[in-house]
């Protein structure tokens, strides 16, 4: 499974090439739908995530021994 890291560099990735395709499309009807549909929403999940991944450093998602939530869907599976 992939880490949080690698999920955000592959996403990254695909924000550099969305952002070349648009700065260079002729289209300017391409462009505007892929920043629109598709480059806009690449953009928030990669803040997101790294908002996660800063948590994850700072040690917010630790576990404690307190919580059986993980411990029960772990079980379901």
Same mark, same amino acid.
């Given at each position: 499974? +992939?880490?949080?890291?690698?999920?955000? +560099? @592959?996403?990254? $990735? #695909?924000?550099?090439? #969305? /952002? &070349?395709?648009?700065? *260079?499309? +002729?289209? %300017? *009807?391409?462009? %505007?739908?892929? @920043?629109? &549909? $598709?480059?806009?929403?690449? /953009?928030?999940? $990669?803040? *997101?995530? &790294? =908002?996660?991944i800063d948590d994850e450093n700072a040690g917010v998602y /630790?576990? &404690? =021994?307190? %919580? /059986?939530?993980?411990?029960?869907?772990?079980? %379901?599976?």
């Amino acid at each position: 499974m +992939a880490t949080l890291k690698e999920i955000y +560099a @592959q996403l990254d $990735v #695909l924000v550099t090439e #969305l /952002e &070349d395709i648009v700065e *260079n499309d +002729a289209s %300017s *009807n391409k462009a %505007s739908d892929i @920043q629109k &549909d $598709v480059l806009d929403h690449i /953009e928030t999940a $990669v803040s *997101n995530l &790294d =908002g996660i991944i800063d948590d994850e450093n700072a040690g917010v998602y /630790e576990d &404690d =021994g307190g %919580s /059986e939530f993980l411990e029960d869907f772990e079980d %379901s599976w």
